[in-house]
């Protein structure tokens, strides 16, 4: 079955930097895009980034753009997101996610339990 694992969430100063990673199995990572997205303490979901399946295109949230970068390693059926200049308002729930499609704008079907960054002083 598809697993999704999400690691490397933790506490960060305002300015530094994480790097979060997700390791899949069960389907064939190479063949779909992958997402990562957030959820803020009584926030709704937000989708931070996403990477097509060879990694050709990303797609990046205004709120993370030019700060976070989305990359993948298909040998080792893993995605990543680097986080730096990191700011409060980065505190959330992570999320990594698989997409239905070779491209990121499809939506995603499975989904990890999620990596906890906190961003504080």
């Known amino acids: 079955q598809v697993q999704l694992v999400e690691s490397g969430g933790g506490l960060a100063q305002p300015g530094g930097s994480l790097r979060l990673s997700c390791a899949a199995s069960?389907?064939?990572?190479?063949?779909?895009?992958m997402s990562w997205a957030r959820q803020a303490p009584g926030k709704g979901l937000e989708w931070v980034s996403g990477?097509?399946?060879?990694?050709?295109?990303?797609y990046y949230a205004d709120s993370v753009k030019g700060r976070f970068t989305i990359s993948r390693d298909n040998a080792k059926n893993t995605v990543y997101l680097q986080m730096n200049s990191l700011k409060p308002e980065d505190t959330a729930l992570y999320y990594c996610?698989?997409?239905?499609?070779?491209?990121?704008?499809?939506?995603?079907?499975?989904w990890g339990k999620g990596t906890l960054v906190t961003v504080s002083s």
């Open positions: 996610a698989k997409g239905v499609h070779l491209e990121y704008y499809y939506g995603m079907d499975y």
């Open positions: 069960g389907f064939t990572f190479s063949s779909y895009a």
């Open positions: 990477i097509y399946s060879d990694g050709s295109d990303t």
